[in-house]
């Protein structure tokens, strides 16, 4: 009995101390038995404790979430990805692991090389290149960061704003301007003395012209329609014939505009006989009417108009009517020499010059203006389109008779 309380107390005092059983008494009996392989108290099998999970699988340093690390050996318990020893807490984000939490922050889109907590992409660097290449952006290209600019070389066309658009290392170079006009950096491009043109004006001579109904400018600075012709939107046009912007006459190949359609332009054949012949006054009997200017018949007939009219301009003319338009270059006249006189005639009356105009449908306008001549003369210009002709403030010669002046043929042609 004595024994068995003694017993008793050195389990009581085991327990207290330590709460492990003294050799004899604990999993293993006397004899090597344990009390743990048997059945339990419902007749199962008894297991072995389970392992502790692995700490820090990649070797990094750094230890999965839920890890045992009673040693502390861990530098975190929070690596994202225990099988990547690139990939743990406070790791470099790199441009060579782009799209990767490297840091296991949660966040996989942010580059920070220099690791100083704060995103390099995105941040504003110098690019080294020239004009408005030379600001840029950090971002990653082929895996590594670089500095990129925001403009990239060529992108931008060059223009007249002081900059070097294009970054070719040269300012506002090239044709950044308009035909006709200036740049003056950041002014922008001049005509002149004055600001760009704009619309449909263009810079002629410094000065700016609207070229869209011009028929002197049409589409251009001295783009010239032909005669007879109109200008809409920059383009010639006669008839249902329309040019291209800007590229002349709508007429093309050896051919006019007459009454809208382009037709062929046969110099030598004179158009006075289709025309009706009148003056201001002058030969009225049969040998002597208007009607001998245009019937086809030379100084050798002796059959003429004269015109009331003296050495100095008084407002007298001789004229041509055509049923319908005709384009009209270059005249002829048929007189007496100056210094002679023919069939029967005193000498001095000669047609010595006048100004040459053509009806425009509201008015007449001159075109050329002759003087001094002393015998048969002719007379060319830029073909233009009419339905009448006339030889106004037509003079005499100043020597011998000095008026009264004779014009045996007047003819007249399309060039």
Same mark, same amino acid.
């Not at 004899?31 to 389970?50: W, Y």
């Not at 002149?192 to 700016?208: D, L, Y």
């Not at 009219?309 to 007496?336: C, H, N, R």
């Given at each position: 009995?004595?024994?068995?309380?003694?017993?008793?107390?050195?389990?009581?005092?085991?327990?207290?101390?330590?709460?492990?059983?003294?050799?004899?008494?604990?999993?293993?009996?006397?004899?090597?038995?344990?009390?743990?392989?048997?059945?339990?108290?419902?007749?199962?099998?008894?297991?072995?404790?389970?392992?502790?999970?692995?700490?820090?699988?990649?070797?990094?340093?750094?230890?999965?979430?839920?890890?045992?690390?009673?040693?502390?050996?861990?530098?975190?318990?929070?690596?994202?990805?225990?099988?990547?020893?690139?990939?743990?807490?406070?790791?470099?984000?790199?441009?060579?692991?782009?799209?990767?939490?490297?840091?296991?922050?949660?966040?996989?889109?942010?580059? =920070?090389? @220099?690791?100083? *907590? &704060?995103? !390099?992409? $995105?941040?504003? /660097? %110098?690019? +080294?290149?020239?004009?408005?290449?030379?600001?840029?952006?950090?971002?990653?290209?082929?895996?590594?960061?670089?500095?990129?600019?925001?403009?990239?070389?060529?992108?931008?066309?060059?223009?007249?704003?002081?900059? =070097?658009? @294009?970054?070719? *290392? &040269?300012? !506002?170079? $090239?044709?950044? /301007? %308009?035909? +006709?006009?200036?740049?003056?950096?950041?002014?922008?491009?001049?005509?002149?003395?004055?600001?760009?043109?704009?619309?449909?004006?263009?810079?002629?001579?410094?000065?700016?012209?609207?070229?869209?109904?011009?028929?002197?400018?049409?589409?251009?600075?001295?783009?010239?329609? $032909?005669?007879?012709?109109?200008?809409?939107?920059?383009?010639?046009?006669?008839?249902?014939?329309?040019?291209?912007?800007?590229?002349?006459?709508?007429?093309?190949?050896?051919?006019?505009?007459?009454?809208?359609?382009?037709?062929?332009?046969?110099?030598?054949?004179?158009?006075?006989?289709?025309?009706?012949?009148?003056?201001?006054?002058?030969?009225?009997?049969?040998?002597?009417?208007?009607?001998?200017?245009?019937?086809?018949?030379?100084?050798?007939?002796?059959?003429?108009?004269?015109?009331?009219?003296?050495?100095?301009?008084?407002?007298?003319?001789?004229?041509?009517?055509?049923?319908?338009?005709?384009?009209?270059?270059?005249?002829?006249?048929?007189?007496?020499?100056?210094?002679?006189?023919?069939?029967?005639?005193?000498?001095?009356?000669?047609?010595?010059?006048?100004?040459?105009?053509?009806?425009?449908?509201?008015?007449?306008?001159?075109?050329?203006?002759?003087?001094?001549?002393?015998?048969?003369?002719?007379?060319?210009?830029?073909?233009?389109?009419?339905?009448?002709?006339?030889?106004?403030?037509?003079?005499?010669?100043?020597?011998?008779?000095?008026?009264?002046?004779?014009?045996?043929?007047?003819?007249?042609?399309?060039?």
């Amino acid at each position: 009995m004595r024994r068995l309380l003694l017993t008793g107390l050195a389990l009581l005092c085991a327990c207290a101390e330590g709460g492990r059983l003294p050799p004899r008494l604990s999993d293993r009996g006397e004899g090597g038995l344990s009390f743990r392989d048997g059945p339990g108290p419902g007749g199962e099998k008894q297991s072995p404790e389970a392992a502790p999970p692995l700490l820090d699988g990649d070797k990094d340093g750094h230890c999965a979430a839920g890890s045992v690390d009673p040693g502390g050996i861990c530098k975190s318990l929070n690596d994202c990805d225990d099988g990547d020893a690139t990939r743990y807490p406070g790791a470099a984000e790199t441009c060579a692991n782009a799209a990767v939490d490297n840091d296991c922050d949660g966040e996989s889109k942010d580059v =920070d090389e @220099d690791q100083d *907590g &704060k995103d !390099d992409l $995105g941040v504003a /660097c %110098a690019t +080294g290149l020239p004009g408005v290449c030379a600001d840029g952006k950090r971002q990653c290209q082929d895996g590594k960061l670089a500095c990129a600019p925001g403009v990239a070389p060529g992108a931008v066309k060059e223009s007249c704003d002081g900059a =070097d658009n @294009d970054c070719n *290392g &040269k300012v !506002d170079d $090239g044709q950044v /301007c %308009a035909a +006709g006009m200036t740049c003056a950096g950041s002014q922008g491009c001049r005509c002149g003395s004055g600001p760009a043109c704009t619309g449909s004006k263009h810079c002629c001579s410094g000065s700016c012209l609207d070229v869209s109904a011009s028929t002197a400018n049409c589409g251009g600075c001295g783009v010239a329609c $032909g005669a007879g012709e109109s200008c809409a939107s920059e383009a010639c046009s006669c008839g249902t014939v329309v040019g291209t912007k800007g590229g002349g006459p709508a007429c093309q190949g050896g051919t006019s505009c007459v009454s809208g359609l382009c037709q062929t332009c046969n110099p030598t054949t004179n158009l006075a006989p289709q025309a009706t012949a009148s003056s201001s006054g002058g030969g009225s009997a049969a040998d002597y009417l208007p009607a001998q200017m245009n019937n086809g018949l030379l100084e050798a007939s002796c059959k003429f108009h004269w015109v009331s009219a003296g050495s100095s301009a008084g407002g007298d003319w001789i004229q041509y009517t055509w049923p319908k338009d005709v384009t009209i270059g270059s005249l002829w006249f048929d007189t007496v020499p100056a210094t002679s006189g023919v069939c029967s005639t005193t000498a001095g009356r000669t047609l010595a010059g006048g100004k040459v105009q053509i009806w425009t449908g509201t008015a007449w306008s001159t075109v050329t203006t002759v003087s001094s001549k002393s015998n048969d003369w002719s007379v060319s210009f830029a073909p233009v389109t009419t339905s009448k002709l006339r030889l106004y403030d037509l003079v005499a010669t100043t020597s011998g008779f000095a008026s009264n002046p004779i014009i045996f043929e007047w003819r007249v042609f399309c060039q």
